[in-house]
């Protein structure tokens, strides 16, 4: 059984999966602004994409777009993601840049959640994980694939390190290339409910993986990212269409 989290007014993993949608614009009045809009849908929590912020490496503008998106978001929670560019994102920094960005950040308090990149190596892992836990900061644990699917052991044996490793949540996405691949990364979440507790977030990224953006409840993925402004990744779907079938999925499966 997922134990649930909650933060602010959100629980992850209770049920019908949390709607996340990412802010992917690059200038600061843009990402407040795209934020206000968000903050007038039925969305659950607000994903930062910083490493698409022009200045993410000035810490001081960093900060000053935090503290007015937690203004803006009024208690939405916040996951503050630098997605560095082999994972997907659109920068790259250095190891050391990496981890004083998500430091300062955590050290701020003003982020509900930070992604820390499993790649990123073991030390550099602990290090944000425990400073994190001590600022009362929730870690997502990612990977990301966006050639390939590997196979189901190896999602679990990524999964089950981001666990070692002190992550509260466990998040994979990875690049189908065949229907096969879709079915791998979903008996791969069901099977890992039986070696954690921890909310999971899993998903095959482009067309192919669609479902797997929708069937979390089913398989044990406890949040989907919907597309805003702009998809931050291949497949997001757009935040209407997500609530619509989740909503159909949750209540069926409530139906004795
Ligand atoms: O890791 C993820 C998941 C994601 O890549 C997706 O496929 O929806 C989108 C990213 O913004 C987020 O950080």
Redesign the pocket.
Known sequence: MTEALTVKNITLGNGKPSI?I?L?SSKKADIIEEAKRYQKEAIDIV?W?ADIFEEVENHAAVLEVLNDLVNVLKGIPL?F?F?SHQ???EKELSKEAYVSLNQFVIQTGLADFV?VELYQGEDTVKHLTSIAHLQHTYV?I?N?DFQKTPPKSEIINRLKRADELGGDVL?I?VMPNETEDVLELLTATNEMKKYTNKPM?T?A?GPL?AIT?LSGQVFGSVL??GAGER??????IPVQNLHQVLDVIEKSMGEK
């Open positions: 996340c990412p992917t994903e994409r996951i993601t997605r994972e997907g994102g992604d997502i990612s990301h998040k996405a977030i998903m990224m993986g953006r989907t990212f998809a931050s990744a291949p497949g997001q």
